[in-house]
């Protein structure tokens, strides 16, 4: 079993910068993909970034491509994700996930969720 412990979360202003933690428990962590993954009220949630289990290789929503970035420290099981230029349409409950089909995993393909870290980017 594997448990997500998301922090970091809360308010800023737009134009602001979050950086968003999630340790991980367990023993699998240095040998998964990991993601983040987000949802704002009345929508699906969706992809936001991906970074393989070296990280090495890191993918990116169009949307967030050149304002996050995610990041990994296998040694503390913690990824990361640092959030700057933040915009109001960055606002939603962010979801850290551990990954069944590497970084090109959906929603779909996710063995573990977080429970959630709320973020809201005030204009």
């Known amino acids: 079993q594997v448990q997500l412990v998301e922090s970091g979360g809360g308010l800023v202003q737009a134009g602001g910068s979050l950086r968003l933690s999630c340790a991980a428990s367990?023993?699998?962590?240095?040998?998964?993909?990991m993601g983040w993954f987000r949802q704002a009220p009345g929508k699906e949630r969706e992809f936001v970034a991906t970074i393989s289990w070296t990280g090495g290789s890191t993918y990116y929503t169009e949307s967030v491509q050149g304002r996050f970035i995610i990041s990994r420290d296998n040694a503390k099981n913690t990824v990361y994700l640092q959030m700057n230029s933040l915009k109001p349409e960055d606002t939603a409950v962010y979801y850290c996930?551990?990954?069944?089909?590497?970084?090109?995993?959906?929603?779909?393909?996710?063995?573990?969720w977080g429970q959630g870290i709320q973020v809201t980017v005030s204009s």
């Open positions: 367990g023993r699998t962590f240095s040998s998964k993909a």
């Open positions: 996930a551990q990954l069944r089909r590497g970084v090109r995993s959906t929603a779909n393909d996710v063995d573990y």
